[in-house]
């Protein structure tokens, strides 16, 4: 049961688009699926939507439960429903799984309708700006001319970053949390490790896996440890776990020894199990490639200047994967370029992670954010 | 060819031994070997003796070449060597292989004289105090009653701090240089993913690849650079690498792109070419479990009660792996001891490698220190 608070029961949606949408990289790809969820009511000026972009192992699921799976609640139901921050009594919120991801969307898993098998390692390489394209497509269909917001954390607050470069007129404010303007070379090469470690499982078989009903579940696991390290802060593990161990006293071998251990052995795990390891290449590569200042030169202000948005940044001290001094940057670039910016650094314990968790700081600073857009369009 | 002020060429010499070495599992060893280099000489006094301590991948060749590998330079050569920080015209240096290690000291690698066979999974696991206790027996029989200065960074300084707590009679001086008094649970859950890497190679044949005629090279490469990361600051990578790309622009596949994606694989590859699997395992686990406060209840001063040596402890700013405030934990339970204790947090942009590293100030504290132990025994 979802707690009180939630939009309760929901379901997902598909849409699905012949017409060839170009790509970044210069390839295009048509008759692609995505798959959507949508909370709350489309207001009669249409003026009421807001989107939430996932980030690296998120979907379109971004709130409530589906009335077979009463566990499997939103990623972000914390943050969506009626009553929450981002209030489905006012808003009307999509959630949309990005292409190439592994959730019902059109990704490597997904039948080449040319070839009649899985794409596999012929999926294109798709970047942030991709999606964004991809998703400016499905607003039009679902008839929302322009955003009230568009909302992610990291991943997905690059997408928020991106739809107010690349379509101001459609986004009337971009919410942009625990983001960073490009990643550094400590990030990329985090990826760099999770990618060798699924590349190098034999039961990769260069992305083709699906053919030979195996999945890379060794390297899958060895990523999501190494992931998951990096989203949670040094102090917060100590505080989790510091030393505990499994047993009274050391044990002397290599098994589980230290309840971090565990816990990291558990994550990888249960990752392997759903999570398709040609879209963890594919996402961690989006994150690599994002750099809106790359085509001006490196001038993040330069890249920013066609924004019209209004912006909320939020970041967390504790942070070290995108750490506040990341956000800062964007919203200097934002100043700069004499814009409308509302900035939020919390004090939190939790790291990376904390933008999933509902810290009240947090959440009262969306909150009151939000309640500010509701008034413009209700007001 | 060795630099000037280099100890020019050095050769290996082995030490066997037969009794039992008692470890602290439970277990026992006999029948090992030890590979150690001297440099310099001891004096008539037998008081100039300095012990080397080395961390994961390191081993007994601390400074000079060998005559037929001109390149192969010692790791701690730029530390070590007449006029060196620590003299060679003065002091009597040794570097010992550990125990369980992949550079000619009884390890898994090596032929387990029960079975004819490698050791293997069978090798006991050993830990800080074990390695303390097998220098210690090489000590005896070099003659060397007491250590002028036991040394060492990372898992070395952790070696020299054993050696303080262990045998307090036979040391003056301990130099702990990027230590810790034990990991953080952050620490032991990098170790953990490198090994779940090498653990699940299926190359790895539960560690006894060697009669497979294979070795888990794969997996050592991902923990290898899993480890790198950690070595280096993110300031650093940032300098060295930032977002450097190999082409001109993004090439839109999961080679190659960016500059620090290169590094690593070519440090992973490199480091799988020579490094013993098992030893990988084996050493990760001995940093896990140092933690001399375990024995008395976390309380580290009581720990540290019963040294008696001068201590010099070093630290780097931009450590992350071992920070500077693990030193300092240290630092104030020596001082919480009334001991004799020097310490220098050392501004070095270089993370925990640093120490390794031949930064003018880090060296000049070291050398002082060394001028001071020299004085103690010539004058």
């Known amino acids: 049961m979802a707690k009180a608070g939630s939009v309760g029961v929901v379901a997902p949606k598909s849409m699905h688009f012949e017409a060839p949408l170009a790509l970044a990289s210069g390839a295009s790809i048509g008759d692609y699926t995505l798959v959507y969820e949508t909370y709350g009511e489309l207001n009669a000026a249409r003026s009421n939507?807001?989107?939430?972009c996932h980030a690296l192992n998120a979907s379109h699921h971004v709130a409530g439960v589906?009335?077979?799976q009463p566990k499997n609640v939103g990623w972000w139901d914390n943050m969506v429903?009626?009553?929450?921050?981002?209030?489905?009594?006012?808003f009307f919120v999509v959630g949309v799984n990005n292409l190439g991801s592994c959730?019902?969307?059109?990704?490597?898993?997904?039948?080449?309708p040319a070839s009649g098998r899985p794409y596999g390692a012929s999926f294109p390489v798709v970047t942030v700006e991709d999606w964004v394209d991809a998703q400016a497509?499905?607003?039009s269909r679902l008839g929302i001319e322009r955003w009230a917001a568009v909302m992610g954390g990291s991943l997905g607050g690059m997408q928020a970053l991106s739809w107010a470069i690349r379509y101001p007129d459609r986004i009337a404010h971009s919410v942009v949390i625990a983001a960073t303007p490009k990643l550094s070379a400590q990030n990329i090469a985090f990826n760099e490790v999770a990618r060798t470690a699924i590349r190098s499982d034999p039961d990769f078989h260069g992305g083709d896996y699906y053919a030979h009903g195996v999945v890379p579940k060794r390297g899958l696991t060895v990523a999501r440890m190494i992931g998951h390290i990096t989203y949670l802060s040094g102090d917060d593990m100590a505080e989790k776990f510091g030393r505990s161990m499994r047993a009274e006293d050391y044990q002397f071998h290599y098994d589980i020894e230290f309840e971090v251990e565990s816990y990291l052995?558990?994550?990888g795990d249960k990752f392997s199990e759903y999570f398709?390891?040609?879209?963890?290449?594919l996402i961690t590569r989006a994150l690599d490639y994002f750099d809106p200042a790359k085509a001006t030169g490196g001038d993040l202000r330069a890249a920013l200047a066609?924004?019209?948005?209004?912006?909320?940044?939020?970041?967390?001290?504790?942070?070290?994967?995108?750490t506040p001094a990341r956000s800062r940057e964007i919203v200097a670039a934002l100043i700069a370029n004499d814009r409308d910016v509302t900035y939020a650094e919390i004090d939190a314990p939790h790291g990376h992670d904390a933008f999933l968790l509902d810290d009240p700081r947090y959440h009262a600073a969306v909150a009151a954010y939000f309640d500010n857009i509701a008034r413009e369009f209700s007001g």
């Open 137 to 139: 497509r499905l607003a």
């Open 66 to 68: 589906y009335a077979d």
């Open 81 to 90: 429903g009626p009553g929450r921050p981002v209030d489905t009594n006012r």
């Open 49 to 52: 939507a807001v989107l939430i």
């Open 265 to 267: 052995r558990y994550q």
């Open 103 to 112: 959730f019902g969307s059109t990704g490597p898993m997904s039948v080449n």
């Open 306 to 322: 066609p924004a019209s948005a209004k912006f909320l940044l939020a970041s967390f001290t504790t942070d070290w994967r995108f």
């Open 276 to 281: 398709d390891a040609n879209t963890y290449l």
